[in-house]
């Protein structure tokens, strides 16, 4: 995802201003990610029935307002087949997690539109950057429709949860539009740099593609409560390969499910080990500390998963595991950006380029 010359500004301390915002708009969607998480971990999500844009910014102001939605919550499967007889605190307790995480991706879009605004009317913004900042935008409101399109999927009859694959598109295209953001942000701070490691840029693009189809696989563990089955390691039911694996049907399969994501997590683990282990010691400045980045999250993430499959799927460390996937994945861009080739900015290329050792 390369800039030219013209979508860059004048200035450094302009480009400087516009990532730290920008990156900070990719910590407010590492936050939702995580708040999405926790919800379904916790069952919330189905507890608000209606999509109210601008009116649900505010919560229930009165105890008939409680008592309305309750009796909405009341209608659906969930609360039928998993919570009959729950009494209105229990509901309370559900619907304050979907309501911070709704308010939490309202203030995320105002995050986003006013300094973008701001940057806009003081000219700060070239032409090509302002059309990709207003995708992003358009792309970020978006979200919150396939937010809903796959809350109504929990309404259907005998459904007590969202329908898997379309959470794993929510989450797909939340983390994409991360990507995206996070990779402009690093454009505008560090535009000029230049690293000469050919073979580490394609086995970087490997390990993206890896990972980024081990989170949706992870994501559909999440959806089918796959991870609650066959909680050992690395065995399943004694074998490596759990006893009725099928790739046909591979939802309602759910040893299968489990599998195919503790597969790919063991294989985009050996491929980021085998990235750290040939280039760590190739490498300077950044792009040595983006490779030891890599290894460290790499790590803690496959930790993490064992240990979260271990204990039966612990809220607190399933939330944890799905924060630090975002991490490797900024990581692993943060490698990437790193050995792409030099970036024109306008700007003396001297003054940002940092030669290394060839690979």
């Known amino acids: 995802m390369p800039f030219d010359t013209r979508e860059f500004s004048a200035t450094r301390s302009a480009n400087r201003d516009l990532a730290i915002w920008l990156f900070a708009i990719c910590f407010m969607i590492l936050v939702m990610v995580v708040l999405g998480g926790v919800t379904r971990l916790t069952g919330s999500g189905l507890s608000i029935m209606e999509w109210a844009p601008v009116s649900g910014v505010l919560p229930p102001l009165s105890h008939a307002d409680w008592e309305h939605l309750f009796a909405l919550y009341k209608q659906i499967p969930q609360y039928q087949i998993l919570h009959p007889g729950m009494g209105l605190r229990g509901f309370q307790g559900l619907f304050w997690m979907e309501w911070i995480h709704r308010l939490w991706g309202r203030l995320l879009g105002v995050a986003f539109l006013v300094p973008l605004v701001w940057f806009w009317l003081r000219g700060r913004l ?124 591979l939802l309602a399969n759910l040893p299968a499910v489990q599998f195919n994501h503790r597969a790919l997590a063991t294989l985009t683990a050996l491929t980021g080990a085998a990235i750290v282990a040939r280039f760590w010691r190739g490498l300077d400045g950044r792009a040595n500390r983006a490779v030891l980045a ?66």
């Open 126 to 249: 070239t032409r090509s950057l302002r059309r990709r900042l207003v995708l992003f935008f358009i792309l970020g409101g978006l979200q919150g429709a396939v937010g809903w399109f796959m809350v109504s999927s929990g309404f259907f009859p005998d459904s007590t949860a969202v329908a898997p694959l379309r959470l794993a598109v929510h989450l797909a295209l939340a983390l994409l539009l991360y990507a995206a953001i996070f990779w402009t942000a690093l454009s505008l701070s560090s535009p000029g740099r230049v690293i000469s490691a050919p073979l580490l840029r394609p086995a970087l693009a490997l390990f993206l593609g890896l990972l980024s189809i081990t989170i949706v696989a992870g994501s559909i563990v999440a959806g089918t409560h796959a991870g609650f089955l066959d909680n050992t390691f690395p065995l399943m039911e004694g074998r490596l390969v759990p006893p009725g694996y099928a790739v046909h049907n």
């Open 294 to 359: 890599l290894g460290f999250f790499l790590l803690l993430q496959y930790l993490l998963g064992v240990a979260t499959l271990l204990l039966v799927v612990p809220t607190e460390l399933a939330a944890l595991h799905q924060a630090n996937a975002v991490l490797l994945l900024s990581a692993a861009l943060w490698c990437l950006h790193q050995t792409g080739p030099a970036l024109r900015t306008g700007m003396n290329p001297a003054s940002h380029s940092l030669p290394v050792e060839s690979s």
